[in-house]
């Protein structure tokens, strides 16, 4: 069907619904999400099928920075035994941050095509706006809430007296004063003192400890500047102080959970370590745990880590697609709208789905919760496929469905995917007709490399990475997957004219950080040098193929080679 309910979640009833939610994800077999966000790339450029995944990476995470999520779909399928059908519970929620005093303030860009692409399929801006839930990430919360402590540590302490230096009697006369007119003549219930430093604010609870003490109660706002402001309550008794103190505490949690917002919802799911499922999620999960669990770490290597430990079990559908016994079904066309559609035909069984009673919105492709929930039905559909057995939900993570577990696909050729599992080996191009040519002048020219490795090896093509570095493929390599040793050794003519590097080699290089901006490899310090028993010369100072396998000693094979046949 086109159009299916669910439940829309905004601000105003989300604190309703959400126990609602964290009982759909606790009792759940399985979840699937989807994102919609303002763009998808920080600027304009064009990924290479020669990238590392690290410098894929790096780009991804300045497009993570830059864009924002504005809705995340989600949707909880629960199987029932006794009726033999899936219940499912699909939620939309509108995501937008909201600052708590200094903190959680977030800036974000936009592509106009995104945003167009938005509102022609029904997006309201003024409801993300004005009714968008709050979220902040772990590290911002953290943070935040130290400097909440901090403020109470500094309500609740009574330092030793102190002798008020000269220079400051004249503020603590005033501030005294002020204070006295205020109790004396002013009927308010609230007096806020101009915003001071943190020695000052000492001054004033020593004057009201010594003078006021039965009479105000007196509390620091939290804020993470250094300048912050007392406020002072008028009391009528002890009890009283206790309760005014009480009062603002439960204010300020009951404001960092509103802040905190949506994360709440991220945070159940982590703990459910529930399959969690996507489709051509590789941009979903980089948002997912940007935004709401904590800042993307520098490599690639950490990230998945990170991500594995938060979600063990993840399951790319596009991927999944790529499976024999699904892939000779569905064909190359594996847009989500293109497999909703496969899968309502043959060999796909028609699954039961009973929707939850709360579901109350009628909403289509292109919006998450709707995209969350169809992924969910594809992944079904899928599973039914390979195991012949959906309806005992232990068999929903079958044989053949294991291997695809925790492989996200990639947008690399072929049918690339990064691997999270903990030792797993990422499927990508081996490129192994392809060189990367480094220390290249403004005076090289593409035709001149296209020419002279035209004539030293045969058809070419070139792509450029920098001013400084172009990658070199062979289109005809003879049949051959590696120059053969021999023929390395003593090549030096090649290298009289332009430096090349392996494409494994250059891999290798980038994933541990040893390229240049340049891209040229690193010079090594002695220091590293020496731990790796390479003594004090310059590793890279010579062509590797003038040093021995014992001079490279534990480096990876970097495989350094002339790209010339000189007979």
Known sequence: PSLVLMLKVNKENFYQHLPNIVNEIERCDFMAFDFEMTGLTAEDYRTGPLDTLQIRYERYKKDVSFCFPVQFGLSCFTFSEEEGEFHSASYSFDIFPTAFNQFNKQWFGCQASSLTYLSNNNFSFDDWIYKGISFMDLNTEEKMRKEVAYSRRELSRRPQKMVIPEKELSFASETEQQISDWIDEDESKVLKLPSTNSFRRR???????????????????????????????????????????????DEEENTMEEAIGFRRVVDHIVASKKPFVGHNCFLDFLHLYHRFIR????????????????????????????????????????????????????????????????????????????????????????????????????????????????KIRLAFPGKSYMDLSPGGVDCLPKNENAFLVYRLTPADKTTDLIEYYKQKIGPNRITWVNENAAFVEFTDFYGEKRFPEEEIEGLEAPFQKYTALRYSAYVELSNQGLLNPDFSPKTLSNKRKRAEGQGNDDLFGQPLWKKSKTQVGSWPDLDFVPLARDT
Not at 299 to 327: G, M, Q, R
Request: with cysteine.
């Open 295 to 406: 800042p993307l770490p520098p490599t690639v290597a950490e990230y998945k880590a990170a991500l594995n430990e938060c979600f063990p079990v993840i399951i790319d559908t596009k991927h999944l697609s790529s499976h024999p016994l699904i892939s000779c079904s569905v064909g190359y066309k594996t847009s989500l709208e293109e497999l909703t559609n496969r899968i309502q035909e043959t060999p796909f069984s028609k699954i039961p789905i009973k929707e939850s009673d709360d579901q109350n919105t009628t909403l289509s492709f292109h919006n998450a919760g709707f995209d969350a929930l169809v992924t969910a039905k594809v992944f079904i559909a899928f599973t039914d496929v390979l195991a012949r057995d959906w309806r005992v939900k232990q068999t929903l993570i079958n044989p053949g469905v294991v291997l695809f577990v925790n």
């Open 203 to 249: 001054i004033i609870y020593q004057i009201i400890e010594e003078k006021f003490s039965d009479k105000v109660f007196a509390r620091t706002p939290f804020s993470p500047w250094n300048n912050a402001s007392v406020h002072l309550t008028r009391v009528a008794s002890e009890q009283e102080k206790k309760d005014v103190k009480k009062k603002y505490e």
